[in-house]
């Protein structure tokens, strides 16, 4: 029992046929990708935005298109692309290792009030006139605070651990989402609170390239160390007590995955304001093409919220002639997807 | 490896529950926890694992003091085996049983081709390999035990511990269960096991130990150990013990409520009741 040199029978079997379907959401991000930085109101045809492209790697390409649509592809369109798509993943992935954390697939960061708390931080800074660096440091402490005071109050609910959590974060997020109204209420009326307004709804429509290069590192930094730990949620999914006894060091692993996901929270909601709906609804759907395991399930997260995003980010753009805010895109999304599965359980999660 | 505790006292909090208790588990012994609900089973179970912190006493693996160790390094000497329970999520039965490798994995990575054939091996071991794509929520009560074996042998342990893991199984899966707790014995383990049924405490221990009001009240060989007058102490009903022959002629000790509710004392309402419901029903 102890020595592998007992294990005499070499059961090898091939790998499972998750890594086609991870491939394909690849393709289907990398699909998308290219196609939005055609689509817009200015017009780019295939052949301008293949040269540009290429002409940022490659010397000798005949220059044969407008400066405009250089402008176009690299300060307008590549921002913004990189914004939805960071967005998208940081909060699917925030989404799915809460849920799997919390052992309860009901959460998201929205609905544990991260988004609310990380919300308020923001509009605090904005208020205060900070710079970007302060409102994601404020967005971070905001969801810090409003996370672990869902979870605290939580764990002092004696009956349906589930729903105690759902319940004492939709109080939570009220509770900031009241903050943040005060804020409004007390902002200056020409000036910041058209700007707290306006952010809020959830935008990607004024990102430049300094706000991308500012959120790119914390998202990547929580993403990276939750795709290392990725394994680790299917064990404290299992709960508390049974991922102890199996050798997991459950506070420290709990304190780690809180930390990624706020701070990915928290640097998505600096550049893009509330979009809701996201962190739920993404990891479902990536449950339903994946499966529950967190080694495949977490970057089928950040491929579909990436390409998600993205695409409704494009939609916002395309709808109508004018922008419509990505927060109401997403809820009219979201809520009748949700729906669907609470109403066919059987593919969400049991 | 042999585990001992040492004057163990245990509880949550203030509260003390389980006091005094000293006991040493060798290998290949199956031992069986007996006791009424609420007498500290439990309570020692989770302080031996190291979800509780010890109130007193020592736990010792090989003489050596657990109190330092990693959860990881505990878990790679002791197997823990829960009773059953629903997950959140539909896992497949193989990610089940490779999550037992986790005292094995680096914080940072995942489960390598490695830990994927030990944990099918222990599949194999229990006979369950047909099992190994199904969805741990779809199978069966008696299924999910045995995964939840396989589970805690891919840790390696060289102690394993149950607490009543037949408690929510029908007659034949408690069988098929035991029997394979009792083969893990010949492999050198050590099994320590709460268990509500004396039964199966004759059956499949070697060693028994009465737990009555969070003290140790007798600890020895099953025969010696459970008698009527000490199940009386235990669980405050009148039992008889009798000996019975197998079709192999194997003497095997059964235990017998002495007092059975029969129709004699059951309440008159009650009778008349049934009379006419038998009365109503024959007339249909």
Known sequence: ?350 | MKLELANLGCGYGQRSVVKDVSLTVNEGEVICLLGANGCGKTTLIKTVLGLLKPREGHILLDGINVKSWSCARIARVIGYIPQLHDPPFPFQVLDVVLMGRTAHIKPFSSPSRKDEQIARRCLEMLNISHLEDRVYTEISGGERQLVLIARALAQEPQILIMDEPTSSLDFGNQVKVLSHIQQLSRMNIAVLMSCHFPEHAFLYSTRVILLNEGRILYSGAPAEAITAERLKTLYGVEVDIVTVRNRMNQELQVCVPSRHLTAENEPPQTMERRNRYALACSSQ
């Not at chain 1, 393709?27 to 301008?48: D, H, K, N, Q």
């Not at chain 1, 893009?272 to 990536?286: C, K, M, Q, T």
């Open chain 1, 1 to 350: 029992m102890h020595s592998n040199a007992e294990y005499t029978i070499d059961v090898k079997k091939p790998a499972r046929p998750y890594y086609w379907k991870l491939i394909s959401l690849l393709l289907i991000l990398i699909l998308i990708f290219i196609l939005s930085f055609a689509l817009g109101r200015y017009p780019v045809s295939p052949l301008e935005l293949i040269s540009v492209l290429a002409a940022r790697f490659f010397s000798g390409i005949p220059v044969f298109w407008e400066a405009t649509v250089e402008t176009v592809v690299f300060q307008v369109r590549l921002p913004r692309i990189l914004a939805a798509i960071l967005v998208g993943a940081a909060l699917a992935t925030a989404g799915a290792a809460y849920q799997g954390m919390f052992k309860n697939p009901l959460v998201s960061p929205d609905i544990l009030g991260a988004s609310a708390g990380a919300g308020f931080g923001a509009a605090l800074a904005i208020y205060f006139s900070l710079n970007m660096v302060g409102i994601q440091v404020m967005a971070f402490i905001g969801g810090l605070l409003a996370v672990s005071l869902t979870y605290g109050i939580s764990l002092r609910i004696k009956h349906d651990s589930m729903l105690a959590l759902v319940l004492s974060g939709v109080m939570i997020g009220s509770l900031f989402t009241a903050c943040i109204s005060m804020i409004k209420y007390i902002a200056d009326p020409y000036d910041k609170l058209p700007a707290i307004t306006f952010w809020l709804m959830g935008s990607l429509a004024s990102i430049t390239q300094r706000d991308v290069k500012m959120a790119i590192i914390p998202i990547l930094l929580g993403m990276v160390l939750l795709f290392l730990l990725r394994w680790r949620l299917n064990v404290i999914a299992m709960g508390e007590e049974e991922a102890q006894v199996l050798g997991l060091n459950t506070k420290r692993l709990r304190t780690l995955v809180i930390l990624c996901c706020t701070l990915m929270t928290a640097a998505a909601v600096s550049i893009s304001g509330l979009i809701g709906w996201v962190g739920l609804v993404i990891p479902h759907l990536a449950r339903m093409i994946v499966g529950p395991n967190y080694r495949v399930l977490l970057p089928a997260s950040i491929l579909l919220g990436g390409a998600y995003m993205l695409l409704v980010d494009d939609l916002a753009r395309l709808l109508a002639s004018m922008e419509i805010p990505l927060g109401i895109l997403t809820a009219l999304i979201g809520v009748p997807f949700f729906l669907y599965l609470l109403l066919n359980s059987r593919w969400g999660w049991k």
